[in-house]
């Protein structure tokens, strides 16, 4: 989840002026539940000064929902992740979304992503706990580059 303070708006006013009709803030915070994606915008898409470089999305599905009508080579996806030993955070190159096969009627699907490595995670905590993952349906895929490259 990402949350911020009235404080913490920008008081700039050619700032504020300038990300019109967004809101300018000089510090968000971010929970660990859901993950957070930062979405960066590829060079090509960066040539309009009107457009953000980048997004920072509370879990998958708005994740799904923001990047559905880009085009794929127009940004790359990445995920702020809290290491294992719960100190540390890992920034990962996104490949993909998926999503786990079996769900219960009516409840939202338990999503995964899988690295630029090809390692798959799960999108909240409590799935890490499982032995293995359960049977997984790709939902997207995104462009990725090799990590001796800048983004």
């Not at 980048?54 to 790359?76: I, Y």
């Not at 293995?132 to 990590?147: I, K, M, N, W």
Request: glycine share 6%; charged share 25%.
């Amino acid at each position: 989840m990402l949350v911020t303070d009235a404080t913490w708006a920008e008081r700039d006013p050619f700032k504020q002026q300038l990300a019109t009709p967004l809101q300018a803030w000089d510090c968000v915070v971010w929970t660990d539940e859901p993950l957070t994606f930062l979405v960066v915008a590829s060079s090509k898409r960066r040539g309009d000064a009107s457009l953000p470089t980048g997004w920072l999305l509370a879990g998958p599905e708005v994740l799904l929902e923001a990047v559905s009508e880009c085009q794929r080579d127009s940004f790359l996806v990445y995920v702020l992740d809290r290491a294992t030993d719960g100190i540390g955070l890992h920034l990962y190159q996104v490949a993909g979304i998926w999503r786990e096969r079996e769900t219960n009627a009516g409840d939202e699907p338990w999503r995964w992503y899988s690295t630029s490595q090809g390692e798959l995670r799960p999108c909240t905590r409590i799935r890490r706990y499982l032995a293995s993952p359960p049977e997984l349906v790709s939902e997207r895929s995104f462009d990725t580059v090799a990590t001796n490259q800048h983004v």
